[in-house]
C-alpha cells in the first residue's frame, strides 16, 4: 500500500528552523519526483519545493528561495525539506506528494498525497 507519512512540523519563532520529513513506503521511490505542497487557512494550496528522483534537480516557489532545501534519500525513501529564517507566512499544512513523473514541476500533477504536518510560525 502505498503511503507517505510527513513529521517535523511545529511552532517555531519568526527567524528559527524545522525540518520536515517526508517517509514512503509501497513504491519504487527512486523513480519518483516528490513534491512539497502547502496550505494556509483560508488560502489555496501552493507548491513549495520539488526534487527529482535522482535529487539532481530542484525547483522552489519564489516566497521560498535562498530559505527552504529540499532533499533526498533514496537508500531511505525519504524526502526533506529544511527551512530556515522562518516567517509568520510560511504558517501552514505542509504535504508531500508523489509525482506521475520522475521530473520536477510545482504545477506537475501528483497523485498520492501524504496528511500533512502542521507549521506554525508565531512569536
Known amino acids: 500500500q502505498l503511503q507517505l507519512v510527513e513529521s517535523g512540523g511545529g511552532l517555531v519563532q519568526p527567524g528559527g528552523s524545522l525540518r520536515l520529513s517526508c517517509a514512503a513506503s509501497?513504491?519504487?521511490?527512486?523513480?519518483?519526483?516528490i513534491g512539497w505542497f502547502r496550505q494556509a487557512p483560508g488560502k489555496e494550496r501552493e507548491g513549495v519545493s520539488c526534487?527529482?528522483?535522482?535529487?539532481?534537480?530542484?525547483k522552489y516557489a519564489d516566497s521560498v528561495k535562498g530559505r527552504f532545501t529540499i532533499s533526498r534519500d533514496n537508500a531511505k525513501n525519504t524526502v526533506y525539506l529544511q527551512m530556515n529564517s522562518l516567517k509568520p507566512e510560511d504558517t501552514g499544512v505542509y504535504s508531500c506528494?508523489?509525482?506521475?513523473?520522475?521530473?520536477?514541476?510545482?504545477?506537475?500533477?501528483?497523485?498520492?498525497w501524504g496528511q500533512g504536518t502542521q507549521v506554525t510560525v508565531s512569536s
Open positions: 509501497g513504491f519504487s521511490f527512486e523513480y519518483y519526483a
Open positions: 506528494a508523489r509525482s506521475l513523473y520522475s521530473f520536477c514541476s510545482l504545477s506537475g500533477k501528483y497523485d498520492d
Open positions: 526534487i527529482s528522483n535522482s535529487g539532481g534537480v530542484t
